[in-house]
C-alpha cells in the first residue's frame, strides 16, 4: 500500500471557508483499487490545518493497493454546509475545450506521493511571507517561467539623489519620495543593487522557479531570510531564457511597481527619479499585504508607520449599510485621472476622497473605477485598459494603500466599489511583462496565444489572435494565465475589500478570436475563453457569494448571465450598449432610435419610440444600462468635429458629452440650455427609472461638456464638484440626479425587474411604462415633444390598475431648472385602462398607484 496525501489549498492569507466541512471524493475503492470513473467515489473527511501561506488547507491520506500501479486516479472535493447541502470545490476544468468537467487526475507510480489543488495562487507566486518551523514569517519568491535555462532574484538599486556617490539605501532608511532615484534594471544588469548577491532559484513542478528555505542566509543583511528585512524591497526576476539570452522580468504578479511616472528607459541605463518612471517596466516590490500605512500620506518612501490590517478595517462598517443586490445599485463610473481640475498632471485617489461628498449626496451607491492595476500605455494620460500587473495598483493614482482608504471611505458611507479590470489583452508594449517572458519563439510566448509555429506563416506575427481589442488575446489555453486572472480577482476581494468587477470586453474572449494573419476565426481559443470566465465567476463567488459582476458582452448568450450552479458563466447583469445608442444616438449605429440626437436635431419630426420600447423592455433581463460610458463621451466615431484630432482613424467626428448631444454642439445659453438640460434630464430619469443597473459617467450629473478621451483626459478634466456648487452651472442638473438616484432608492417598485412598456406613439414622440413588484405600482410617461400636453395626454395600458394615481416626480420641477409644469394639483383617477396626465416637454412624470378609491 502507498500513502497518498491530498492537500486542497485556497492561496489565500487567513481564514477561508469556515462554515464547511471538506470532502475528498475519488476513484479508488475502500480497500484503495482503482475502480471506473463512472461507478460512485469514495468519500473521505478532510481535516482543517493551518498552511505555510498564513492561511488554510484542507488535508487527508488516502492508501492505494500498489497492484494499481500505473493506474490514472481521478479526485476533487467537495464543501458541506452545515444544511447539508454540497458544493463541488473544484473551480478548474480539465484542458478539453469542449468539456467543462471539473476534475483533477493523476497516474499512481506505486509509492507515497502528494497532489495538491491550489484553487489560488494569490499567495503561491510572487514575493510571500511563508510560516517557518519557529513560527516566524520568512520569505519565498516565485515565478512561472517553464521555458527558463535558468532564473536568479535580484535587487534593484534606489537611492537619496542628493547623494552625489548614488550609494543604495536599504528599506531600513526612508528616503523623501520627492528624491528617490534609481528602481530600474537596465538589460546590461546596471541598476542591480550590488550589495546583496542574486539569488540562484530552484526549478519545481509545474514550470515554477522559487527560492529555497535558506536561499537568503547568504547576506547579513537578510536577517536570517525574514520577511520584514525583505520587505520594501525592490526586485526583478533575471531570467536566462530558452535561447540562451539574458532577459530582466518584472513579477506578474507584484503587488507593487516602482514609479508613478511615464518615462520608459526602454532597457537602458536609468538614473533619474523614481517618481518619473513608468511602473510597467520597472522593478517590482516586496510587500507585506498584512500591513497598511497608518496615514493616508507620507512624505518618505518606505513610509514609518504601519498597522495591521485588521486594525485599519475594524471601523468599515460604521455608517450607512452597502447594496446587498445588483438591483438596488445606481452606479456612477469614474476615471481617477479626469479629477484635479486645476492642477497638472492626471487625479489621484486623494482627489476621489474629496468628491465623494459631491457623489454621496447624489445617493449614488457604487462607484465603478476603470481600471486601476498598473497599466502601461501613455502612463498617467491614459484610461487604464492596458494592464500590465493585475495585483498592483497603479501608483499614479497613489498606489494600494491610499486604494483602502478610498475603499474603507466609501464603505463607510454606504457605497460600493467595482473595479473595471481587462482580461481580454495586455498592456501593448509588455516587453519585461507579460511579453516573450521566458522565450523569444512566437509559439512559446507563455502568456500569449499563438497558432502552429512562425514558418507557417509569411510573417511570425501571424499566429496570434486578435479579439476586436487593443492587444493579442491571452493564451486561455495555458491553466497558469487563468490562474493569474483569477487570483488577481481574488486578491482585491480579499485584500482590498473590492465589492465587484466589471470585465472588459467579455466578447473578445469567448467569441471575437481570429487568427492575426488571415482573420479567420479560432473556435478553440473562444471556447477556453468561456472555460476562463467560468471559472473567475464560479471562484470569486465562492470567496464572496454576492459579489457583484457585470460584463461588457455583446453577445445574447445566456451561459453568460447563468448562475454559476447552473454551469453558466454567474454575470448579474451585462452592458447594455443598444440601450445607450437608441437613446442618446451619437455614435456610428445607423440602425438605432437615437432618441436626443434626434430631438436636438429634428424639431417637431417624428421620434422612433417603438423602437426604443423594444430596447428599454430589454432592461428586465440583466443589463447595465447607461445614458454615457467612457466609450461614448468623445471617443467614438460620430456626428461632432473634434477640432483636436490627432488622426485617429475614424475619429475626425466623434461623439460627445451628453449635453453636447442633446444641443447638436449648439452653445448652452438661454432657451438651448434649458431645452437641452431637459433632454438630459430625459435620459437619465429613463435610464434610472428603467428595469435595469443604471449607471452614468462622472460629469453628466452637472452637464460637463468637454470630450473624456483616451488621450486627452488631462486636457479636458473639468470642475465637475465646482459646477454643482451654488451658482454652479451645472447645480440645477445635479439636484435633479440627486433626486431622481433617491427616488428610484426609496421604491422597491422601482428597484424590481417589472417593466411593462403601454404606449409609444413616434409622432407624439411619447412614450409610457409600468413598473412595479408586490408592494407597489408606478406609470413613467416621458415626452420628447418640443412643447408640454399641458391639457393632459391620454394613455391607456389594460394592466394599468384602476383608481386613483399621484404625482410622485417631475422632471419639469422648477427645483432643476424647469416650468413646474405637471400634475401638482391632485391626484388622477385611471378608469377602464386610460389616464390623463400632464406631461412636459422634454420630460417625464412618475405617477404612483395610491389605490382603488
Known sequence: MANITFLYIPGVFGPAFEDVDALLKGSWSKTGAAIAKTEPWTVSPMSRE???DGGVCFRAVVQLDSGALGEEFYWGVSFRGKDGRETWAIASEIDDP???ERTCRFRFNGI???????LTHCRRLGANKVRRKDGSWGARFAVWAPHARAVELVFGAIWNASDADKKPVGPDVSTPKALMAGGYIAADGSGVNPLPPSIPMVRNGDGIWETGPDA????????NSSFDALNHRPYMFKITREDGFIAYRTDLYSRCQIGSGSFNPNGGRYEGLTRDLRGLGSCSVTVDPEKITKNFEEAVWPEKEFIDAAEFWKDEFTGKKLPQSCDDLIIYELHLGALGFGRNGPGTLKDALALLDHVEAMNINAIELLPLSEFGGDGVEGWGYSTSHYFAIEYSGGGRDQFKFFIKECHRRGIAVIMDVVYNHYSQDGERAEFDYDASLPQHNIYYWYEGKPWDYSFPEGGYLDNMSTGWAPRFYEKMVRK?????????????HVDGFRLDQTTSMHGYNALHSNGNAVGTANMFGAKFLREFGRTVRMFKPGIFLMAEDHSDWDEVTKPVEEGGMGFDARWHSSFYHNLMGDTDQGDAAKLIYRAATSPGSPLPMDNFAGVLSETAFGKVVYSESHDEAGNSSGPFLDPDWN?????????????????NAAPLIGDTRKYAEARCRFAWGITALSAGVPMFLFGEEVGAQKRFKYNAVLKNKEDIAGMAKEGGEGRFLYRFYSDVNALRRAHTGLRSRSIEVIHAHNSNRVIAFRRWDENESFLIVASLADAPYDKGYVVHGDNLKPGLWAEEFNSDSALYGGGNVGNSAGVLRCANGDINPIVPFAGFVVLRWTGEN
Open 647 to 663: 488622426g485617429d482613424a475614424g475619429k475626425q467626428y466623434t461623439s460627445a458629452r451628453g449635453i453636447v448631444t442633446a444641443s
Open 98 to 100: 469542449a468539456s467543462n
Open 484 to 496: 493569474l486572472f483569477i487570483s488577481s480577482a481574488v486578491s482585491l476581494l480579499r485584500e482590498f
Open 112 to 118: 507515497d506521493d502528494e497532489r495538491r489543488y491550489y
Open 216 to 223: 537568503f542566509n547568504v547576506h547579513p543583511d537578510f536577517k
Open 50 to 52: 493551518p498552511w505555510e
